[in-house]
């Protein structure tokens, strides 16, 4: 069965850091670009950081930028988002994603296949 599945979130202070996992299961991530999305309540899902898989090369939004950093394992088969400096501004459900074609691409384009979310929450 083909999936993502989400690992890291929690409950954290102003200042902390957090470390995201997703697990990707029933196709390999060599062939495909990878990305982080989150949803907060009321707003739109927005792109946080993707990463290519040809070239490593990262995209970051510019309210991430400097605190989140994208990584990716091929042979564990798992990407990770390291969140460094977390403020309460950045509580969201995070979603770990792809696109269910190959493609390359670093930028958060036309991703269209989901994990189930986890949740992260900065708060005091």
């Known amino acids: 069965q083909v999936q993502l599945v989400e690992s890291g979130g929690g409950l954290v202070q102003p200042g902390g850091s957090l470390r995201l996992s997703c697990a990707a299961f029933g196709f390999t991530l060599d062939y495909y670009a990878m990305g982080w999305f989150r949803q907060a309540p009321g707003k739109e899902r927005e792109g946080v950081s993707c990463?290519?898989?040809?070239?490593?090369?990262?995209y970051y939004a510019d309210s991430v930028k400097g605190r989140f950093t994208i990584s990716r394992d091929n042979a564990k088969n798992t990407v990770y988002l390291q969140m460094n400096n977390l403020k309460p501004e950045d509580t969201a459900v995070y979603y770990c994603?792809?696109?269910?074609?190959?493609?390359?691409?670093?930028?958060?384009?036309?991703?269209?296949?989901w994990g189930q979310g986890t949740q992260v929450t900065v708060s005091s």
């Open positions: 994603s792809t696109r269910d074609y190959r493609n390359s691409d670093y930028t958060c384009d036309d991703y269209n296949f």
């Open positions: 990463i290519s898989n040809r070239d490593g090369r990262p």
